[in-house]
């Protein structure tokens, strides 16, 4: 064979190979979801309202920001209909850049306000809990921190884990920045670098805690609840600590959806937001393996977790989460 | 005629030539791509950004970091290449054809299982200790491989002469052996270094941060902004510095052998009493290797039952990335075929540079390259844009240095003599090269297109950010899954990873095995 030939055949070998995939790619009707949530959670909704409506659903797996930004990137050519993240700051960033469509109120009036930016351009699906997952054996409960802002103090130097580079920690800074400034965050941030272990994931930060260590991690619930559910290999030494007071530990993240304006299956997209804040959607969180906490209005929550309404969180409007500023600050403490 | 003015005539004009430097001079401009990316942003941020995001502590910092695991895990990674290739090609150790296997196995487990698999097994073990460790088990094959294949065939006639004048067995071994072994040393460890400084899986969670740990933080974060790409400028000066350390050292010698004969095997030295204790450290040594992954992966599989088992999920993922690995695989050697005949038959400056475009995209982890791709394709070619061809490109520029090292090393056996005569006799110059030493060079080449496809089946961010929609990977199923803590879930498709790069590590095997004493 000559190489011209080789190339030719390689060259239409590459071509068969892509109309074998054409079923995949065609997205005519399908409703593209660019997905940050947990895939097992986000599939177990396509599938079920594909089985309901009949419309099907392509999920396209991410993490929240880089998600959030690559939207961004795309602008008016993006070929997602719904964007679903994890935290609240993502959604912040494509809302700030104007690419979301202004939810109907029938759609928005499916969560509590509380649940919802107060613009009413996406809505919460799902919500998580900051807990301080300490071990046992180390700590008792009066050794607990009473804030946040106390484990920035000296006397906690080298006792607690987190992993300031996840999108999961950043919502957490961004809630701190709202509720009490840049300069206190600043500092906080300083307190970080200098007191915790900081490692990459927070079932790293749990299992740190777990080992003995350090005294303890500043994650959220559902780790806790997912690794007793499944191995119990990280968690099986340690408790929760829900901040409460409405302290910015007692922060709760939500998890957000939005329909973007240049999505060319709005109606199937609004009837897919209604769908997963509605009954069956949130069934799906009480009854699944994810233990997030459900949102939607009389949609009480997976029985193995402690209420939403008796955490005392902080009251911030979403819309509030200010991820570019958490960056910058982050940059400048050299955390990232 | 067959003249021997022709035969010899080492450089001249040759329309052959100007071919392959064209097509080389193509894929460098295309390698150059994620560079212009960074430059570009660069320029565009300002030089205040720049002093901002590069001049700083963290980036100190990483520098450091990124010199110890390079001055650390290199030398190591060659010491024992060197070691456990003598031990098997050279002296009378037991079960040597095994051990062999066993030293290149690691290749087929993709890095991020090496990680998991450590912070399972060892969850206090961190820092720069655990990074270079598993840094050297996970990449110990790439220098191994080439290291023995060459240790097989070197000539024994030139170590009899120098015993026969008179110098020690050690200093034999390190006047004459070594230096016979420099190619293979230095392309392996050109290899091994480029992949240090781009890995992100294999250090997740050994709490040691490099560039690449740290770009991939701020693309999470930022995605495109500018300390991301910054970041990645600084690595692209840490490579040019390695790459030029590489061509230093590599020389431009002859290495094929002419002449009536073959070259025989060489003589095996006697263990003897030492036969014991150096089996009990190579047990060790595949335990921490082989043992570790294997041991985690198990308990994985055995929490999760037959449940995990979904195979219709399973099936999809497992056919998408055969197809990707194989067109990418295909794709990149054929790229990388000018450029490696190109540095062997004529070395000149220009080829040199456009050499050093060919590997420096090694270095970069995949977020920079494919960060480049999405914002060209969206920007210039949308129709592009979240296609496989553009997929493949990705591939093509993360993978070429694997491509090239392989493809170089098996160039230099074939004689060129063969090449000038095929020419002499009429064929068409590239018709020359493609029936004499493509012809010579196919195991190679095929050994080099496994290591491609290799790095393919376990790619993640490029495949992520590049992929069609709808795409899933058993390298993005596993990443789904362990990101929602299901390691049950995830472990049937780190399995299948490893059972899909089985059949390609034994034909890397195979290919250095079976090659003829030339």
Redo the contacts between chains.
């Keep these: 064979m000559s190489p011209l030939h080789f190339l030719l055949t390689l060259g239409l070998s590459v071509a068969v190979a892509t109309m074998a995939h054409a079923p995949a790619w065609a997205q005519d009707e399908r409703l593209v979801i660019y997905n940050a949530q947990h895939e097992t959670l986000a599939q177990e909704w396509a599938s079920a309202f594909t089985e309901q409506t009949g419309i099907p659903v392509i999920l396209r797996q991410g993490a929240d920001l880089e998600v959030a930004n690559q939207i961004v990137q795309e602008g008016a050519n993006s070929p997602a209909d719904l964007f679903l993240t994890e935290n609240s700051p993502a959604m912040v960033l494509v809302d700030n850049a104007g690419l979301f469509e202004p939810l109907p109120a029938d759609v928005l009036e499916a969560v509590p306000p509380q649940y919802r930016p107060g613009n009413g351009h996406w809505i919460g699906i799902a919500a998580r809990s900051t807990v301080f997952a300490y071990n046992a054996s180390r700590l008792t409960k009066n050794d607990l921190p009473k804030t946040m802002a106390e484990l920035a103090e000296p006397q906690w130097q080298g006792r607690w884990a987190a992993s300031p580079s996840g999108a999961d920690f950043q919502a957490l800074v961004a809630a701190y920045l709202a509720l009490e400034g840049e300069e206190a965050t600043a500092q906080w941030l300083e307190g970080l670098k200098r007191n915790a272990v900081i490692v990459r994931g927070n079932r790293a930060a749990l299992a740190a805690a777990n080992n003995g260590e350090v005294d303890g991690a500043l994650i959220y619930h559902y780790y806790w609840f997912g690794d007793r559910a499944g191995t119990d290999e990280n968690s099986n030494k340690t408790e929760l600590h829900y901040f409460g007071h409405e302290d910015p530990g007692a922060f709760v993240s939500l998890s957000g959806a939005g329909l973007l304006a240049s999505s060319q299956h709005k109606q199937s997209a609004l009837e897919f937001l209604r769908f997963i804040t509605g009954a069956k959607g949130q069934a799906a969180l009480r009854e699944g393996q994810s233990f997030e906490y459900t949102v939607g209005l009389d949609q009480p929550a997976n029985p193995a977790l402690v209420p939403l309404a008796e955490l005392d969180a902080p009251q911030i409007d979403p819309a509030q989460l200010d991820n570019r500023k958490v960056i910058e600050l982050m940059i400048a403490a050299d955390l990232l | 005629m067959l003249t021997a003015p022709s035969l010899l005539r080492r450089s001249g004009p040759s329309r052959g030539h100007a071919l392959l430097l064209a097509f080389a001079a193509m894929v460098a401009l295309l390698s150059l791509l994620p560079l212009a990316f960074v430059l570009w942003i660069a320029l565009d941020s300002g030089w205040e950004t720049v002093v901002a995001?590069v001049f700083?502590?963290?980036v100190a910092?990483l520098l450091i970091n990124s010199a110890l695991l390079l001055g650390l895990a290199l030398p190591i990674c060659l010491a024992l290449a060197v070691a456990l290739a003598f031990l098997v090609e050279r002296t009378d150790l037991p079960l040597r054809k095994l051990w062999s296997w066993l030293f290149v196995a690691p290749l087929a487990v993709p890095a991020f299982v090496h990680s998991y698999a450590w912070?399972?097994v060892a969850?206090?073990f961190h820092g720069l200790w655990a990074a270079v460790l598993v840094s050297v088990l996970a990449y110990l094959p790439f220098l191994y491989l080439p290291v023995a294949a060459q240790l097989r065939r070197l000539d024994p006639v030139l170590e009899e002469t120098a015993g026969a004048l008179g110098r020690a067995p050690i200093q034999v071994f390190f006047s004459v052996t070594l230096p016979q072994l420099r190619l293979a040393l230095c392309g392996g460890g050109l290899l091994v270094g480029l992949h240090l400084l781009a890995e992100y899986g294999l250090f997740?969670?050994t709490?040691f941060d490099t560039f690449a740990?740290?770009i991939v933080?701020?693309?999470?974060?930022?995605?495109?902004?500018p300390?991301a790409n910054l970041l990645g400028g600084v690595l692209v000066l840490v490579c040019f510095a390695l790459l030029l350390l590489e061509i230093a050292l590599r020389g431009d010698e002859r290495y094929a052998r002419v002449g009536s004969g073959a070259a025989r095997p060489g003589r095996r030295h006697r263990l003897g009493r030492l036969a014991w204790p150096v089996l009990f450290l190579l047990i060790g040594f595949v335990g921490l290797t082989l043992g570790v992954p294997a041991l985690t992966l198990g308990r994985w599989l055995i929490?999760g039952g037959a449940g995990i088992w979904r195979l219709d999920m399973i099936g999809e993922a497992l056919w998408?990335t055969i197809?990707l690995a194989l067109?990418g695989a295909?794709?990149t050697t054929?790229a990388a075929f000018p450029m490696a005949w190109l540095s062997i038959r004529r070395p000149s400056r220009l080829q040199k540079l456009l050499e050093a475009s060919h590997y420096y995209v090694g270095a970069l982890p995949g977020v920079i390259v494919a960060l480049a791709l999405?914002?060209i394709a969206?920007r210039f070619i949308?129709p592009l844009?979240?296609s496989?061809?553009t997929l493949?490109l990705a591939y093509m520029l993360m993978f070429l240095p694997r491509a090239l090292v392989g493809l170089r090393a098996s160039i230099a056996q074939a004689p060129v003599e063969l090449e000038r005569v095929a020419a002499n006799l009429g064929r068409p110059p590239?018709?020359a090269i493609?029936h004499t030493t493509l012809r010579l060079a196919a195991p190679g080449a095929a050994a080099s297109a496994a290591l491609v496809a290799l790095g393919i089946a376990n790619e993640l961010t490029g495949t992520?950010?590049l992929a069609?929609?709808?795409?899933r990977t058993l390298a993005?199923r596993f990443w789904?899954?362990t990101?929602?803590?299901?390691?049950?879930?995830a472990a049937p498709y780190a399995v299948l990873m490893v059972a899909l790069s089985l059949p390609l590590v034994v034909l890397l095997r195979l290919e250095a095995d079976g090659r003829p004493a030339r």
């Design positions: 995001m700083r502590r963290k910092d912070s399972s969850p206090g997740v969670l709490r740990t740290a933080d701020q693309f999470q974060a930022v995605y495109n902004g300390a929490q998408q197809l067109f295909l794709l054929l999405v914002t969206v949308q844009y979240q496989v061809p493949l590239l018709l493609w992520l950010m069609p929609n709808g795409t993005m789904s899954y990101s929602e803590l299901n390691f049950a879930a």
